[in-house]
């Protein structure tokens, strides 16, 4: 399952599937993502969001062309939205990652574009925030759809980077999903989201940079935890 606020990556083709059944515990500590709100409210915890998945698509550099990205380029992030919008990225292998988009997924692990759930789908459509967002976002959305089945528009895109970026000069890499959780105002939330219940921590939302910043929010909700479950002291 995906951290709620990170692009989870396509997950390894050899991973077990996770059990199934009832599980007792005495503590709980939600840090679920893509299923972070369901798990709540099986808890007999209302969340007050409800996650929406977007998926995240990217491209890498050619390796002749890696030189036209020494660094991290990064744009400067729009207040409006919680994503920080296409990118470069230099991997430790020496690759160079560019993207990703923001594209509505139909489903929570849709990782690829014939990834689709009906549930999800029906779950979404009867969430009144979903339309709420769709009305508030849609040019957005749009746009990002379309530069998901248009590799020049995603160049376009690119290119207020790196000018020199050609459309040869990329092919298609990996997709994560991005674990979206939404107002019921429609607005996408874009602060931490932790509720807390008897015997319970649920982490419904961790905007990005989670994985930058996942030491200290580990030792955050560690804290939280030994508070609310009386172990004395936080982590």
Not at 52 to 74: I, S, T
Request: with cysteine; net charge positive; proline share 6%.
């Amino acid at each position: 399952m995906s951290h709620s606020g990170e692009t989870a990556r396509t997950p390894a083709a050899h991973a077990r599937p996770y059990p199934r059944g009832a599980v007792t515990t005495r503590a709980l500590v939600n840090c679920a993502g893509l299923q972070s709100d369901r798990l709540a409210r099986l808890c007999g915890v209302e969340p007050g969001i409800q996650i929406v998945p977007f998926r995240g698509e990217y491209y890498e550099l050619r390796p002749e062309r890696r030189e036209l990205v020494r660094n991290l380029v990064y744009p400067v992030p729009d207040p409006a939205f919680p994503f920080l919008g296409v990118h470069f990225t230099r991997m430790i292998h020496g690759g160079v990652e560019a993207g990703p988009n923001a594209v509505l997924a139909w489903k929570r692990e849709g990782y690829r574009h014939r990834d689709v759930s009906l549930r999800d789908m029906v779950q979404m459509a009867r969430y009144a925030g979903f339309w709420r967002m769709v009305r508030r976002y849609w040019a957005t959305g749009v746009g990002e759809m379309y530069r998901s089945v248009s590799k020049r528009a995603f160049v376009r895109a690119l290119r207020t980077l790196v000018p020199d970026l050609g459309v040869d000069d990329i092919v298609r890499s990996g997709a994560g999903v991005r674990a979206q959780a939404v107002e019921p105002n429609g607005l996408l939330c874009d602060d931490f989201r932790i509720v807390q219940a008897e015997g319970m921590v649920h982490v419904l939302n961790a905007p990005s940079p989670g994985a930058t910043a996942s030491l200290s929010i580990g030792r955050t909700i560690a804290d939280i935890a030994a508070r609310r479950f009386g172990l004395g002291g936080g982590a």
